[in-house]
């Protein structure tokens, strides 16, 4: 790899970042490799950009999965008896209380989830299946369900 100095860098950056277009260039501050201005192809032959992409992809999976178990608890929540749909949700507000006695999460997570656990179920549902004014994600993420032994925790 060809280097450069760091303060050559600074004054010459357009010729560098020409020379980098064909191939990576290292920048040395006081003789020890510092960074390397590296050309995009370059990334994609060498796996940086594919671990970004595959590391994004198994995310958005974790994501869907989580998304999936409750759509899954929400079908549960709307066929339950009312007896047990009274124990669900009793449950999982147990554990709401928990996570605040324990300190356990933000008291973001305890108001919302005390909130969605008093509306009507199908209400709860929809909230739970939906992005929820862009707390879908983090709701399914912290989920009081896993007390209630119901698919949505998992």
Known sequence: MDTVAASHVKQNFG??????AQGPVGV????K??????????????????????????QQQVELNRLMAHQQLGIELLCAESAQLRKYIDA??????????????SAD??????????LPVKQLVQRMCSEAEGWGRAMRQNSPFTAAGLQGGK
């Open 15 to 20: 010729e560098v970042l020409a020379r980098a």
């Open 28 to 31: 040395e501050r006081h003789r």
């Open 33 to 58: 490799l510092v960074a390397a201005i590296v050309p995009p192809h370059w990334l994609s032959q060498h796996g940086a950009m594919d671990e970004r992409r595959a590391a994004r992809a198994a």
């Open 92 to 105: 999982a507000r147990r554990e709401v209380d928990r996570w605040q006695d324990r300190q356990l999460c």
């Open 109 to 118: 997570y305890i108001e919302r989830w005390r909130a969605w656990l008093a």
